[in-house]
C-alpha cells in the first residue's frame, strides 16, 4: 500500500509550489496538500494552524496519515497539539529557509515570533531537512544566538541536540538542455527585491561598461506590477544591452538559459540558489559572491568577495568568449538531487 503522506506548505511561492508539484507528482505515495497563498508573511508564519483548522478537521475525519512532511513556515508544533490524531505521527521538517538568517528590509517590523515558530517546530519533528549545509549552519549557529540573548529558565546544548537530527536533501533542480552561446550574454534570472541586491548588479554593468567589456543582459525574474527603481535605471542606461525584458514563459525562459554564457548572483540572501543552478546546468558560467550557500556549490574562480563588483567585472573579463563546445551544456534533461527524494520516500 502507498505511504499516506500529509504535505502542508504555508507559503506557496513559485519554488516552493513547483517543490511541491515535484513530490506530488514524481514520488509514488497517497499525498494529501495543504498550501497557503505565497503573500502575508507574518500572518502565514505565525496563523497557519488557524488558516487550516476547519480543512484539517474535515480531511483528518476519514484519512489519517502515516508522515507529515512541513515547510518549516508551519506552525506543526501548534498543529500536533489542536489534532490529537497528529500528535504521534513523525514530521519531517522542510527547510527552504531560516528566519536567523534571512536579511531584514529598511523598516521592516522586527520579531522573534518568526524564530521561535521554527525552533518549536525543529523540535516536534522527528527530523530536520536542510537544502543547504549554509541553511543548515546557519539555523542552528541562529539557535544558539537566540539561546544565549533569553535570560534563564532555557535549555542547555539545544543546538547540539537538534543537529542530531539534521540532514541535507536539496529541492529538485530540472536541468536545461544549453544552446549556442551567446559572448558576453549575462542573465539576470532573480526577483528584482531588497535580498536579492539589483543594485549591485546596476553597478556591475556601469564597471563592465567602463572597463569597455562587449556584453548583452537577459533580464528576467519576477518583479511587482510597479517597476522596480533598479530595473527602469537599467533600462534608461542601457537600452541597448537588454535582450530580453519580462516574465516569460518556460519555453523561452529555457531558450535564454541555454543562451547565456554568464549567470550573475548579487543576493544577500540564498540558501539553495535555484534560478543560478538552473542556468548552470544548461552551461552558464556561474558569477557569484563568496558566501551563502554559494560556497559549497561552486568553485573558487567563480566567486567574488561579496559587494565587489569590480571582482564579479573580473570574472567575467577573464571567462568571456572563451567558452568550449563541450560545456555548452548539450544533454538529456535529468533532474538534479532527485535520489534523495526516493531515498526520503522508502525510509518513511
Known sequence: MKKRILLLSAYCSDSHASWVNWLVNNLDADWQVLELPGRYFRWRIRGNPLSWLDQLALLLKDWQPQKILATSMVDIATIKGLYPSLASVPVSYYFHENQFAYPRAEGQHDSVDPQMVQLYGALAAQECLFNSDFNRRT?????????????????????ERLAEKCRLLSVPVKT?????????????????????????????????????????????????EKIPPVL???????????????????????????????????????????????????????????????????????????????????????????????DSGQRQPAVLFADGWYDWLKQS
Open 232 to 326: 527602469g535605471a537599467i533600462r534608461k542606461e542601457f537600452p541597448h544591452l537588454i535582450v530580453a525584458d519580462g516574465m516569460v514563459g518556460r519555453g523561452e525562459y529555457e531558450y535564454w538559459l541555454g543562451q547565456s554564457e554568464f549567470v550573475v548572483s548579487t543576493a544577500i540572501h540564498e540558501f539553495q540558489g535555484l534560478s543560478v543552478q538552473e542556468a548552470v546546468s544548461a552551461g552558464a558560467l556561474p558569477v557569484v559572491p563568496d558566501a551563502l550557500c554559494y560556497r559549497e556549490q561552486y568553485a573558487d574562480e567563480y566567486r567574488y568577495p561579496a559587494g565587489d563588483m569590480s571582482a564579479a567585472a573580473d570574472i567575467i573579463r577573464q571567462f568571456r568568449g572563451n567558452y568550449c563546445a563541450s
Open 139 to 159: 539555523f542552528l549557529a541562529g539557535v544558539d544566538a537566540l539561546l544565549k540573548q533569553l535570560p534563564d529558565c532555557k535549555p542547555a546544548g539545544l543546538a
Open 176 to 224: 536545461v538542455a544549453g544552446g549556442e552561446k551567446i559572448p558576453g550574454l549575462i542573465l539576470w534570472n532573480h526577483r528584482w527585491e531588497y535580498d536579492k541586491k539589483p543594485e549591485l548588479f546596476l553597478q556591475l554593468l556601469h564597471i563592465l561598461k567602463e572597463k569597455d567589456v562587449n556584453i548583452s543582459v537577459a533580464l528576467l525574474g519576477a518583479r511587482a
